[in-house]
């Protein structure tokens, strides 16, 4: 069975940085893609961005463009958000899923999500 494990969330200052991981275990050769999502208070969850394992084909939400860099390492299988130039309304869970097509995203499986934090 498939296990995504998200990690590096936590509370930062408008302006300031977080990297999120993403650790991925068992059988992936269903795997295509990876993509992070979001889920803020009172919101639906959003694609936030995704990345291809096999050729670097990239996404980014408008939202986040220019701030937010995704990227896999393989031989880790693991796939990271970097994220800079936070503002309050980053502030969600991030959620790592993993999908069999591209696109659009068709999820197999979430993780379990990590908080992020902004304050003004």
């Known amino acids: 069975q498939v296990q995504l494990v998200e990690s590096g969330g936590g509370l930062v200052q408008a302006g300031g940085s977080l990297r999120l991981s993403c650790a991925v275990s068992?059988?992936?050769?269903?795997?295509?893609?990876m993509g992070w999502f979001r889920q803020a208070p009172g919101k639906e969850r959003e694609l936030v961005s995704a990345?291809?394992?096999?050729?670097?084909?990239?996404y980014y939400a408008d939202s986040v463009k220019g701030r937010y860099t995704i990227s896999s390492d393989n031989a880790k299988n693991t796939v990271y958000l970097q994220m800079n130039s936070l503002r309050p309304e980053d502030t969600a869970v991030y959620y790592c899923?993993?999908?069999?097509?591209?696109?659009?995203?068709?999820?197999?499986?979430w993780g379990q999500g990590t908080q992020v934090s902004v304050s003004a």
């Open positions: 068992g059988r992936t050769s269903s795997m295509y893609a």
């Open positions: 899923a993993t999908s069999s097509n591209w696109p659009p995203l068709r999820v197999g499986y």
């Open positions: 990345v291809t394992w096999g050729d670097g084909r990239f």
